[in-house]
């Protein structure tokens, strides 16, 4: 479980240009609790991705707070990560991952088998720099962007990652495969989650991811935090936010047969 912020702007901003900063304050508050790192992606200006990354809570890392408030990109997302159990703290596992001109970041937690696992290795997919379930996700995205869309290469990752879970018990599914990826073109958000699986300690809403669109930015986030004009975002559908204009596609239902 993590918490997560992504955006595309009309033109360059700051983190906190961007967000109220009492809204940013109580985003950033929740590394308190997602304490296992922290990272920022951003589109630089050439059209490549910077990433800065540390593994302390968020709150109290000046980089952290530096970055929100000085580095501006018409495309950046951000990490608080809560790490799994049993899933070390160290760079590697921080997120976003990267690949080239393309930036990853996961929301949830599944179990992947032996058996898929070594499928990608097959198919000579993306080696996980770390040990995270994220990284593999991400890996799978790419394995099907080869030859699909985007969108189009994020449904069949999670199809797959659907299928592995089914196949030790038909009636279960990943607890969440939430998402954010930026290319040089667009960002790309995704939510699902299966609510049997959040913890009674958990606000119902933990996986439930939110946008808000406005004139000159596109913003989409997780839950548990005030954003103005917030509205829930569509569940199981790939939204696709383009660079420049900004333009708003949500993509059809996500077929998990």
Known sequence: MCRLIGYVS??????AGLVDPDELAVFTSLSTEHKDGWGVGWRRADGGVAVLKGTGQAWQESAYHR?????ASDQQIVHLRKASAGMVVEPTNCHPFVEGDVAFCHNGQFDISPALLQSVVDRHGRPREGTTDSEFFFALVLLHARTLPWPEAIAAAVREIVADTRSVDADDMPEAVNCLLTTPDALYAYNQFFQPKVKPTSPPDTYRMQWAIRDDAVIVTSSCWPLDGVQPMPVRRVV??????????????VDLD
């Open 10 to 15: 009309a033109a360059p901003v700051t983190v």
């Open 240 to 253: 696709q936010v383009d660079r420049g204009s900004l333009r708003v596609t949500v993509h059809p239902t």
């Open 67 to 71: 970055h929100l408030a000085q580095v």
